[in-house]
């Protein structure tokens, strides 16, 4: 694995001694730590604008205009670090390395920045334990949370701790033990050390790391699971239509198979005439190729005009309308995608005549009827389906074009009721009454849709 490869592996739930999460979820995963780099990168580059805002504009004594001023040279350094941090965050994944010395750098120049006030300002160093800039110190360990990885808000929280430990230290040292006390008032009005407050400082930046680490590892687990289920989601609107996804996405109890329910629609059968034969005699791959050309040919058209694709069979599509995607115009749909489809189909055998191929007959079918909706399966293997008497009838239809020697056809029945809901056919429809159709005891009325 690479270097990156384990820096998620430390965070991801195991299952069975492997890694539960798949190659494309970690890269989700790597691409928003890298977006987050940038965007703290971003957040400190508007806070060295802060510091220097507020610099510039504060009123300084004359004992600091005269003297040495460090802030500047600090405030410069930060500014440069944070440009490199950025240019280097844009062009590259940065290394665990940089990211843990970009941290102590960070809580490093914020402190020495706290350090350097009483050298502008010609005072002791117990001068600046009192300065509001240390709050911060909090801002830049909030800041690590951005990534969700605890590890980089613990390294600035312990950096900040010890920093500002140090920092005490050095007052107390530099200062004198005289200038120790304990009391608040005194504390407040005299450059003095109240080795208290410092410790609670201490102890509240501490407190809000950890706090922070326990947020954050709680919150990575519900990234991951966020991440995991996102794509999960994106593949499951590949193998189901939109609807039925947000269906089952938004299910507040898990489905079991049958809850179904009644609805009003219309069913398509799509059929390549001949492929059983032409799968025998031709290369799989050609097959596959060939397939993929189809399914990528008319699965547009029939979305195009509300279709859902039910499932694949083969060389066959079976296609509902006004089911999952409830409509009131579901005949005059399916009758349209048909014209579209058969469109389609004379412009892709001119394409395969001028390619010296032989082009592809396709059969269409539609009826229209009461179906039940719902889910299928023994509860481990689901699936989204239609029963009812027109589906039967639907693919028994698309066998008769053969026979009728057409390539389309749709029931009577299912022609008017399109007619009623708008559909308009581009040219004259025959019909052929009485049709004995196989698998159908009673003859019925069809309408040719295609010849």
Sequence with gaps: MTSRENEVARFVPKGNGKEVLSARVKKIIFEQQDSSERLIGWFQFSIILIFAILYFISPKPPAAQSAFAPV??????????????????????????????????????????IWSFHIQYGQPPSFYLKVPTLLYVFIFIALRALRFEARFVIVAGISAAVGWLVLSGYAVATTGLEMVTRDYVYYMTHNAVLVGAEFDKIVSILLVTAVLAVAITRARALLIRSVAESTAAEDLSRFFSPDIAHRIRQSEAPLQPGQGEYREG???????????????????????SLLTDYHGRMVPLIRAHGGTIDKFLGDG?????????????????????????????????????????APVEINAAVANGRFIFGAIGDGKRLEYTVIGDAV????????????????????????????????????????????????????????????
């Design 266 to 288: 219309a069913i398509l059968n799509l059929d390549i005439r001949g492929f059983t034969r032409m799968s025998r005699e031709t290369p799989p791959d050609e097959v596959m």
């Design 392 to 451: 039967n009838l639907s693919a028994k239809l698309e066998k008769q074009n053969k026979a009728e020697g057409v390539r389309g056809l749709a029931t009577l029945t299912c022609f008017e009721t399109a007619t009623v809901q708008g559909y308009r056919p581009p040219s004259e429809r025959e019909i052929r009454g009485g049709i004995r159709v196989a698998g159908i005891e009673a003859p019925i009325d069809l309408v040719v849709l295609a010849l």
């Design 317 to 357: 599509i079976m296609a509902t309308f006004g089911v999952d995607n409830l409509s009131e115009t579901y005949a005059a749909d399916a009758l349209a995608a048909v014209d579209e489809i058969m469109a389609a189909v004379d412009v892709w055998a001119e394409e395969r005549r001028a390619q010296g191929l």
């Design 72 to 113: 500047p040279w600090v405030l410069a350094a930060y500014f440069g670090f944070t440009l490199l941090r950025l240019g280097l965050s844009w062009r590259h994944r940065l290394a665990d390395w940089f990211l843990y010395l970009s941290v102590i750098a960070d809580m490093g120049l914020l402190l020495g920045l």
